[in-house]
């Protein structure tokens, strides 16, 4: 992973690995893309209801 990964890169990986996921640990701040981790969290939780989701700022 990227230090500049941001959503497009992250839905990737999700898709990828989505049935050995059990939390999305998502930063505020995600770098410049089509969403930032809002939209992201909604998105999995309407795709992937197994997951948790973890959102946070280090703000």
Do not use: R
């Not at 990227?2 to 992250?10: F, K, L």
């Not at 939209?39 to 280090?58: D, K, M, R, V």
């Amino acid at each position: 992973m990227h230090e500049d990964a941001g959503y497009d890169q992250a839905l990737a990986i999700l898709k990828e690995a989505a049935d050995s996921i059990q939390l999305l640990f998502t930063d505020v701040q995600m770098p410049p893309g089509e969403m930032n981790s809002f939209p992201l969290a909604q998105y999995c939780a309407n795709q992937w209801p197994h997951f948790n989701t973890l959102i946070a700022s280090g703000m």
